[in-house]
């Protein structure tokens, strides 16, 4: 009897067993369909849509925040821009201010430039021919040709002794001929002065290469497509005397010779021209310098501009996902 009892136990454990794994795969018994492990379920959809709400809020954060950080990165950028804006327009103006000055400069001897090259302008063949024919020119016209071949960098074809003359008589040890040893002085000091470069036979070395010159245009050439920047230091040393010489005036020197004017003129405004640039040529250096700089401002604004419209661009695009954002939340809910 007791293994019966047993048998009988067994067997009823068995069939609850067997009517609760029905209920849970969908079968129905007496309570009309309700699954057994009903309760465990329901908690664990809650949990996965707390998890997912919570998954929703972390990435709304997120967004608010890289939002607000963009926000942030493009007024830092447009500060940035502005900046370097004002700096750009302030190195513009400077640039300006300098070129203004170097054309006020070179402005100051333009008319000696224009007037020489007019000057050469009205020179005919037959004014040249008339200088070239002449064996012993006037002393005006042999100095005007003499500076021009000494500018152009032409030698000199003769040499004639300079500072040369007479011995000077020898002052006597009595009293009486003091003006002869006045004289006598003077005529020793005069022998010992240094030369004068431009006195007549100093010029007159100049005037076989010059003659070869006047044989034609080129003389006129040369005068018009000379280098005024090449003009060394030294050769305007050279030169600097004929400003005060009373035979290197225009008016004088046309008196002579439309050939004689023209050289005159167009020495003078080489000298002219020198003197300008030594004013000049440091405005032109910096001028360049500030150039350079405003070239490189130019860039670093350019690359200012493109990030700023980068992140302009990017923080309205963040704008509008995170505008969207509840609504998606809405609709997956």
Same mark, same amino acid.
């Given at each position: ?180 040893? @006045? ?84 020495? @003078? ?37 493109? @990030? ?26």
């Amino acid at each position: 009897h007791e293994d019966e009892g047993e048998e009988e136990e067994e067997a009823e454990v068995q069939a609850d067993n067997t009517h609760c794994s029905g209920a849970s795969l969908g079968g129905s018994g007496a309570s009309g369909g309700v699954p057994c492990c009903a309760g465990g379920t329901a908690a664990g959809q809650d949990l996965a849509g707390r998890g997912l709400e919570l998954a929703v809020a972390v990435a709304e954060v997120e967004r608010c925040n890289r939002h607000q950080q963009l926000l942030e990165e493009v007024a830092a950028q447009a500060v940035t821009t502005e900046i370097l804006e004002a700096q750009l327009r302030e190195a513009a103006s400077e640039v300006q201010l300098m070129k203004s000055e170097i054309n006020a400069d070179l402005a100051k001897v333009f008319p000696a430039l224009e007037t020489a090259a007019e000057a050469m302008d009205n020179l005919t063949m037959a004014d040249l021919q008339e200088s070239r024919s002449m064996v012993r020119p006037p002393h005006g016209l042999a100095l005007a040709l003499a500076a021009v071949c000494t500018a152009l960098g032409v030698e000199r074809s003769l040499r004639v002794p300079l500072g040369d003359g007479p011995p000077a008589p020898a002052a006597t040890a009595e009293g009486g001929g003091g003006g002869d040893a @006045r004289a006598a002085v003077a005529a020793t000091a005069a022998a010992l002065a240094e030369p004068d470069p431009w006195a007549f036979e100093a010029c007159m070395e100049f005037w076989p290469a010059a003659r070869k010159l006047l044989g034609g245009a080129g003389l006129v050439h040369q005068m018009r497509s000379f280098d005024r920047d090449s003009l060394t230091t030294a050769v305007v040393e050279q030169l600097r005397p004929l400003e005060t010489h009373p035979l290197f005036e225009p008016l004088v020197a046309r008196r002579i010779s439309l050939t004689a004017e023209a050289m005159v003129l167009w020495t @003078r405004s080489l000298l002219a021209y020198y003197d300008v640039m030594q004013d000049v040529a440091p405005k032109k250096e910096r001028f360049r310098e500030l150039m350079s700089e405003l070239e490189a401002q130019e860039k670093h604004l350019a690359k200012s501009r493109q @990030r700023l419209l980068r992140l302009r661009l990017e923080s309205e695009d963040s704008s509008k996902v995170t505008a969207m954002a509840p609504q998606a939340s809405q609709i997956s809910a």
